[in-house]
């Protein structure tokens, strides 16, 4: 209760009738309650048990531009906005009638028809039986642009991008809810909302589309669903939901279907029109737990999970989703402790020129074996190490790795082999990856030529200046650029050129098409004329089998990787296998089955 309603309360109450305390019967004033409402700037509103309005202050018709005599005997229907529903009012009158107290934002209309928000706090008031005798409404105007605490107020409860509650706002209404239910015995529902591919949109289009995006998404949300339901942005691309009043899961269960269609449509975004999903996370009060801190936490590892089952659902918390996602917090400190003990190792997998069978370069793969857990899948670990940052300094190590041992293998054997690099988004747009890579090259003595780096494609779209500036100063060192994965992502023409691509590098799911489909073939066909008419060169991986590899041949693919040719192999094999490999053109041997000792083609 505000201090302003709580004196009013108390002097109120200390009167023996609230008539007259405020005007005696035949209006004259008592002095005090007269000084009292006129001192206060905030508007008072006072009704009877039936609502009709018993006293209004001088603040009230400042504020809502009705004179005493227009207020007195009306309802507060005078003020009503029409901006809420009638679930609004039934909430706040449940929550006043359960506490005692109503707080919170409201719009309501002005008599010359402007529709303004006002802070509003209502309480009641009681007679000594304890039966409920006038409402006591206390309100400021928060429209008045110079009202500093209206300016904090907005700052610090509501997100300045999406005009929803924020963080504090939204553990506050958790926190109410909660206790509510618990009086209620009802549920609370508590929706973890993340947005599927929002970085991808906002590194490649730009934070401006990224920020508008989000306000369309945040309006969308906050329309499709009910008034009492707080619809809040915790920053980022993270939205939350609370439905109070659950009885069952099935009502769950709609709103989150109602969440994922709201989705459905695309936004127009400028002249863009864009597409985006949510992943969705659910933890119920109180089958998930009883405090806020547990049932978001829950609601977070639902949401996780939702995007490990492919995105774009809901998923509600079960308790061994718990053990999943202690996992995911192990990894990434192991990862920690890994790295700090280079326990990490490299395989070389080669790339063979079509035309001649002759090794041009090795990709290098990162392995990762913990003693207990056993070997543990680069797509399991990088993504963890993506997300929290490690993979900077892990993809430091690998390039430092890979170079030293390039060079030696070059200088000791005498060896014109390049060695491929796959580098993540965040690295080129955060790691001063240029720098590093310099001095790299000028320590070790490796060529730029026999350097290779493999981005991806939506890397391409990545408009933010260090991006940028990476690929450009990469490009100046002589360093190759191939695009990785190409065929599946989002890169357009326009991109490749900028950047000066070296290479493209068709996605294993591309090359898998061939054989089976004539459509694969010409998608297969389309790109490798393409890349040379852009003059680049093209390359082929996930080739296993001779047929796809005969293909690829055929339509002037210039470099193929794959376990039909070779698997990636430690480093001590990849020199024996370098070695012994004879290209085909000098073998006289068919090309399709190169014939090597099967010991180094396994990893
Ligand atoms: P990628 O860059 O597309 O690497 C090729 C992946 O395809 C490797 O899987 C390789 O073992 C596998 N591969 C090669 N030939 C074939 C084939 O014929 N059939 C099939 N089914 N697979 C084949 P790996 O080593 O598990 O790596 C998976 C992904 O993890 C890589 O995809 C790359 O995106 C990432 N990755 C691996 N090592 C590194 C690294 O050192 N740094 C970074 N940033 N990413 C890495
Ligand atoms: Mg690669």
């Given at each position: 209760m505000s201090r302003l309603t709580q004196l009013l309360?108390?002097?109120?109450?200390?009167?023996?009738?609230?008539?007259?305390?405020?005007?005696?019967e035949n209006h004259s004033e008592s002095?005090?309650?007269?000084?009292?409402?006129?001192?206060?700037?905030?508007?008072?509103?006072?009704?009877?048990?039936?609502?009709?309005?018993?006293?209004?202050?001088?603040?009230?018709?400042?504020?809502?531009?009705?004179?005493?005599?227009?207020?007195?005997?009306?309802?507060?229907g005078l003020l009503s906005s029409g901006r809420h529903g009638k679930e609004f009012y039934q909430r706040m009158w449940d929550l006043l009638h359960q506490s005692g107290q109503w707080q919170g934002t409201?719009?309501?209309?002005?008599?010359?028809?402007?529709?303004?928000?006002?802070?509003?706090?209502?309480?009641?008031?009681?007679?000594?039986?304890?039966?409920?005798?006038?409402?006591?409404?206390?309100?400021?105007?928060?429209?008045?642009?110079?009202?500093v605490q209206n300016q904090i107020h907005l700052l610090a409860y509501y997100d300045t991008l999406t005009g929803l509650p924020n963080r504090e706002l939204f553990s506050d209404r958790l926190k109410l809810s909660l206790s509510q239910s618990y009086r209620d015995k009802s549920k609370v529902a508590l929706f973890f909302l993340d947005l599927d591919g929002f970085k991808i949109i906002n590194d490649t289009l730009g934070h401006a589309t990224g920020d508008l995006?989000?306000?369309?998404?945040?309006?969308?949300?906050?329309?499709?669903?009910?008034?009492?339901?707080?619809?809040?942005?915790?920053?980022?691309?993270?939205?939350?939901?609370?439905?109070?009043?659950?009885?069952?899961?099935?009502?769950?269960?709609?709103?989150?279907?109602?969440?994922?269609?709201?989705?459905?449509?695309?936004?127009?975004?400028?002249?863009?029109?864009?597409?985006i999903n949510t992943s969705i996370g659910i933890s119920l009060y109180p089958d998930h737990g009883n405090d806020s801190e547990t049932l978001i936490s829950h609601a977070d590892t639902a949401m996780y999970q939702a995007k490990q089952r492919g995105k774009n659902c809901y998923v509600i918390y079960t308790p061994d989703m718990g053990i999943q996602y202690k996992r995911r917090i192990t990894i990434e400190n192991d990862l920690r402790a890994a790295i700090a003990d280079n326990r990490f190792t490299l395989v070389y997998q080669p790339q063979v020129e079509i035309e001649s069978g002759k090794i041009s370069s090795l990709e290098a793969l990162v392995r990762w074996e913990q003693p207990d857990i056993g070997k543990i899948k680069p797509d399991d670990f990088l993504s963890i190490a993506e997300e929290s940052g490690?993979?900077?300094?892990?993809?430091?190590?690998?390039?430092?790795?890979?170079?030293?041992?390039?060079?030696?293998?070059?200088?000791?054997?005498?060896?014109?082999?390049?060695?491929?690099?796959?580098?993540?988004?965040?690295?080129?747009?955060?790691?001063?990856?240029?720098?590093?890579?310099?001095?790299?090259?000028?320590?070790?003595?490796?060529p730029p030529s026999a350097l290779e780096i493999e981005i991806a494609e939506c890397a391409l779209m990545d408009q933010r200046r260090e991006t940028i500036e990476t690929l450009v100063k990469i490009k100046r060192l002589g360093i190759q650029i191939v695009i990785d994965n190409f065929g599946i992502g989002y890169s357009s023409l326009n991109h490749i050129k900028r950047f000066s691509i070296n290479s493209l590098k068709m996605d294993k799911?591309?090359?898998?098409?061939?054989?089976?489909?004539?459509?694969?073939?010409?998608?297969?066909?389309t790109i490798i004329n393409m890349a040379h008419n852009l003059s680049l060169t093209v390359s082929a991986q996930g080739i296993e089998n001779p047929e796809q590899l005969h293909y690829?041949?055929?339509?002037?693919?210039?470099?193929?990787?794959?376990?039909?040719?070779?698997?990636?192999?430690?480093?001590?094999?990849?020199?024996?296998?370098?070695?012994?490999?004879?290209?085909?053109?000098?073998?006289?041997?068919?090309?399709?089955?190169?014939?090597?000792?099967?010991?180094?083609?396994?990893?």
């Open positions: 309360t108390t002097l109120i109450s200390n009167f023996s009738g609230l008539r007259t305390f405020w005007r005696n002095p005090l309650a007269t000084q009292i409402l006129s001192a206060i700037s905030d508007g008072i509103l006072v009704t009877d048990i039936n609502l009709r309005i018993v006293e209004v202050n001088h603040a009230f018709t400042r504020i809502t531009g009705y004179t005493y005599d227009e207020a007195i005997s009306k309802t507060p409201i719009w309501n209309r002005r008599k010359n028809g402007e529709v303004y928000p006002q802070w509003l706090s209502i309480s009641h008031l009681k007679d000594k039986s304890g039966t409920i005798t006038h409402y006591l409404a206390v309100f400021s105007d928060l429209s008045q642009r110079n009202s995006l989000l306000s369309a998404v945040a309006y969308r949300l906050s329309n499709r669903l009910r008034e009492s339901d707080t619809v809040a942005r915790l920053g980022g691309d993270e939205f939350t939901v609370i439905l109070s009043d659950i009885h069952n899961q099935s009502q769950v269960k709609e709103v989150a279907e109602k969440i994922l269609n709201c989705f459905q449509s695309t936004y127009i975004i400028g002249k863009r029109e864009l597409y490690l993979i900077i300094e892990l993809e430091r190590w690998i390039l430092n790795t890979a170079c030293t041992q390039t060079v030696s293998w070059r200088e000791k054997f005498g060896l014109d082999i390049c060695i491929s690099v796959n580098i993540s988004n965040l690295h080129l747009s955060t790691g001063r990856l240029a720098e590093y890579v310099q001095d790299l090259l000028y320590n070790t003595r490796l799911s591309i090359i898998g098409e061939l054989g089976n489909e004539d459509d694969g073939k010409q998608l297969v066909k690829l041949k055929m339509y002037g693919c210039d470099v193929a990787q794959g376990f039909h040719l070779f698997k990636p192999v430690s480093a001590e094999k990849t020199i024996a296998l370098l070695l012994s490999h004879t290209p085909w053109i000098e073998s006289n041997e068919n090309h399709q089955t190169i014939n090597i000792d099967s010991s180094l083609t396994m990893e």
